[in-house]
Structures are given as C-alpha cells and as structure tokens.
DNA sequence: TTGTAAGCGTTATCAA
DNA sequence: TTGATAACGCTTACAA
C-alpha cells in the first residue's frame, strides 16, 4: 500500500494525496476529506525513507548519545525529548559505543538528514571547525570535554567545569581534615570529562601538598556493582583511606554499600562524594553528598540553544554552568576547618 | 557528495562504487581499494534512506518501548542491543508514550521497514492477529500485560506473571505477621501490568480475609520523589501500616527514604518489598527486598526468540518466565510463621 | 569484472 | 484546485 495505491482508490493524483498528507492548503475541502477517509480505512503509513529522500526539510533533530545507557544522560534526554517534540521536531535517537565520535557524529547527521543534533557526552577534543565547513546542521555538545576552549565558531557546547568540579570537591574533603583521599574512575580509558575530574582531584591534591598515591584509584565502570566489588578490595588493602570521591553516582552507591559491609559507618568512619546530583543520591540513606550537574538547565538550555541555532537567531556559543555540592549525610565535617564551596 | 560523484572521480560505474561499498565479492581488489580511497577521502557516507528505500531486507530490528525511560528497560535494552548487533543487525530504538500501542507499533513497523521488533511495556490487550494480517515482521511483546492468555498465532510474547508474583508477596508478607500493607502503584490509569500487580493484592488480601483498605493506596508515578512525598503523607496518616508493597524499585527508593524520614527504621519498624530486582534494591542500605525479573533471561531470550523467528527457525510462543523474591534487610521476619515463596 | 538503466515511494515543479 | 512527471540516492537485474 502506497500513495499510489491510494490516489488510485480516491480516484486523484498522487500530488494531491501528497498534499493532504503534509497539509497543504490548496486542496479542497471535500477532497481532502475524501482522501483522508481512503488512508484511514487503508490503514496506510507513508514511507519515511522516502519522504527523508526526497525532502530537503526534514525537521529530524538527532541526539547522539555516547555510551549505551548512562542513567545521568537518560534523565536528561527525558528532558529532551519533551523540548524536541513541543518545537514540531522529531528526534532521532542514537546510542553508540564507536572510537572515533566525530565520523560517528557526520555520519549521523548526513545518514538521518538532520536540521540539527544534540551530542550528549563523548570526546571532541580533536574536533575543528574544518571538520564542519560542509556540515549545515546546528550541533550542540552537551556534556563533553574542553572543547569550549577552541572556541569553535561552527558548533555550540553546553558543559560544566569538570577538572575545577572536582578540585573544589576534593579541597572541601582536605579543608574537612581528609588527607588519604581514594577516588573511583569509570574507566581506566576515559579520555572525556572522567579524565578532566581526575586531572581536578590530582591538582587539588598538588596545592595542599599530599602526596598523590597511584593505589587509592580504582575503576567503576560506571556500574554500581563493579564499584561496590572494587571498593571492598580497596578498603581492605588501603586501611588510612577516610574518604572516597566517586565520579558517579551509580558507582557511589556501590561504594556506599562497600563502606557499610567493611564495617564502617558512612559519614563517619568513612566519607563519599559522589557526581552528577542524582535521584538516588537524594534518597540513599543517610543520603549522599554529590556535585550537582545542573540537570534541567543543561537539558533546557541545550533545545533551547539549538532552536535558536536553526532559527539563526543566534550565533554559536559555549556556555559553561555552575555544579553545586550539595551536602548529604555521607560526608564527615567533623574535623571542619572551612569548605573551599 | 553522492554515489554518482564517487564513481565520475573514481572513473567507475555507480554500480562498482555500490558493489563496494556493499562488500560483494565480484569487484577486482585494484578497483575495490582505489573506490576505497575515494570514499575516504571524500568523507562520502551513503544516504541511508536511499538504501533503505531500495532493499527489501533492511535488517533492521525496532525496538519500541512504552514510557521515557524506565530504568528497568534501560538495563534490559542494553542486554538487547549488544544482542542485535552481534547478529548482524541495526537496532532502531525508538520511546513513545502514545495512547495506541497497537497503532504505534504497525506505524513504526512499516515506517522503518522493520524485519523485527521487540516492545517493552505497552498495553496490547486489545491486539488481535487480524491486526498482524499483513505484517511480515516479527514481533516479541516483552514485559507486557496479559496478551498471552490469546495465545496469539502472529506475534511472540516474553512475560512474568505479575498477578502471581504480587500475590505470593502479599502472602510472604501476610505471612510474616503484616495486616496493615500499603501499596505503592505508578499511575492511578495504568491499565498494564502495574494493574495485574494491584490484582495481586487484592486478590491475597482476600484469601486471606483481610480488608482492603483504599487509603492504603497511593501513587508514585514511578519517580522517587513523588514516592518519597507520598509515602510520608500516608505514614502520617495511616498509622498501622507495617508493611508497603512497591510496584518499582525506583519508587520503594523514595519509599525507603520516606520511613527513615519519618522516624520508623526500615525493615523493624516498617517493611518494604519493592519490585523489579534493580541494582540499586541490592545496594540500598539496608538492602531493598524485591522481586526480581529475571531481567537477563528476559533480554536474552527476547533477541534469541525474535533471531529464530527471523530465521523461520521457530513458531511463534508465548514465554511466561518465573520471578524470585529476593530477601534484603528492608523486611522483617520477626514475625515469621514460614512463607508463601 | 564492470557499466547501464530501471525502479523504490515520496515531494516539488510545472502546466492545465 | 488538480495531475503528470522529474527528481532524490541508492541497489540490482541484465547486458556487455
């Protein structure tokens, strides 16, 4: 069943079917109804390979998310989604685990004709405007690493500072009397923003002389399990260790559930931060000190941003927003000396 | 920058440059490696909805799921996605959350020119196999409501029994001494398996002459938060609750935080059995009893059932899988009189 | 092994 | 207000 079939059927051209499929005006009203009323009782669905083909316009805003599932990226592109579809658009979105983000990101935006895509996470640091000079659509990049300091004129990004993120976090943990600071990392490959907090909790440690120890790192994988397996082996083998800071919350709760069954109390034996602000760190009990991404901003002001971009109402910009600590029960401040927040 | 382009700079037919691209074998390996260059150095993509337009076996495989971002389906579609590509396929996923299930799921069939599709959640009581008359696709229904009791000849179904496992639960409660249950449901119209666990309840509560209290009732929207608000407010209210039964591990987390924040201390004071068996029920401090989906079997088994279908390897079957209440410390068992499980 | 040409199902141009 | 027809970029007979 195609157009063809149906203007056969309402006995009219295939050009008028195709206008009161995409609304336009000049068709008649007892046509248009006619037509309608075939399509319907045919239970016909357009092609969309062949609408894509053939239109230049295709409203298709893609969103490009690295890594398969990050919970932190789901609550944002629920966000997302909902700006995307109140604009007219219609979002494509893909999921992916490639090397190279930038050929993923071309691809995807010449495969799926998009107006305009929203990168959520990935590494784009190799990224240059020349990569650019034929791409039309409007990107924004949501969420990556230092791009922002190119100053690219041929896309936008929306990120936090994460190396400062992290340093204040950690001068918080010294300033609160914490020396022997143990850190959960994703993954010992990252090269995005997981690296840049590792290169704050380095610096910070550098500026109040502690001597950096290569064995109170660990790797999470971003799953709460594999934090949890990890940090048990950790605190058995790194008895001085007081605090730990965890670039996820996920893997923070495996490390909250390690803390309690090595028989410390969390927020008093042992302190945890952990990043991103999530749901989960509210509600654990005693809840969870976390960095908090500024979740609906981020997400509102990446659709906004990209609209604007399509509309050229504005130029392309990077804008860097604020992350807070917010303070859970999983953090001694007993031994306070001030906060570096 | 087309297939046309490529082949004039290459001084190939089009043909050649598809043959290439599409790793045929009748291409001589000079000509195949100096198209090769060309493509790359032109940074040449194929436009995908050309290609789809064309073939008639997209290997393309949908997966089409109910409801932005549930966690739950999140950790099953990433099981599912690394099943999909090891097979050969493309995975179009793709969220709704439209009234029509049925509807949405032929339009996104035929608009993507699916081979397969797996749904996750949705409502298909109302599915027929006339509807799949002329589907060719494969279809695997996944944590759905009670389409298995058609036995469908059109369409597969993978499925716990939700009525049972909320049963048994009640009755493992029952049996441990708790009268007084709350129930923590997503969405007063959830019309899906939400609602065959409400019938579990009820239905337990009835073998076991204990009245059913509406005020032990209230909604969570699936969101900690609005959990958490809830959950206090009953507490307050309703003050012989012992026992909160929670339709998704997401809310008992707000379910759990509520007890504490309302002086009661989880698992001896107040007992909770969220459902779903997620990670975070494990971690949760005291850990969270739930009952868990075999999320794994679920996932694997969906891939593997839609790949025979594909293969016309098997007929179509309708698969209801078991679930295990596994015990944490969120519930007592002071009281403990033996169980129902 | 390679090239030519016919279609896939739409939309857009143009003429009626 | 309509309808015929030429693209869109690709794959695939079929012919060379």
Redesign the interface.
Known sequence: MNIKDIARIAKVGVSTVSRVLNNHPDVSDETREKVWQIIKEN?Y??????R??KQTNTRNIGVLVKG??N?FF??I??II?GGVESAGYTMI???HNNENDIDTL??FI????LQGVICLGGNFLELDDEHLENVDAAIVLVSVDLVRIKNLKKCSSISINNKKAAYETIEYLINNGHEHIGMVLGDKKDIGVGRERFEGYISALESYDIEFKEQYIIYGQY???TA?KNTKELLEKQKDITAIFCTSDIMA??V??AI?DSGYK?GEGISLIGFDGM??A????P?ITTVKQPKYEMSNLSIELLLKLLNRETKNQHIILPVELVQGGSCSRNKCLGTGL
Chains 1, 2 share one sequence.
């Open positions: 239970n669905i357009p092609n969309n390979s062949a894509v083909l398969v599932f919970p789901s609550e592109l629920k989604s979105l893909q999921h071309l691809g010449k495969e799926k004709r799953d709460s399990g949890y709760i495996g909250a559930k309690f969390l749901d989960i509210k509600y654990y009990e809840s």
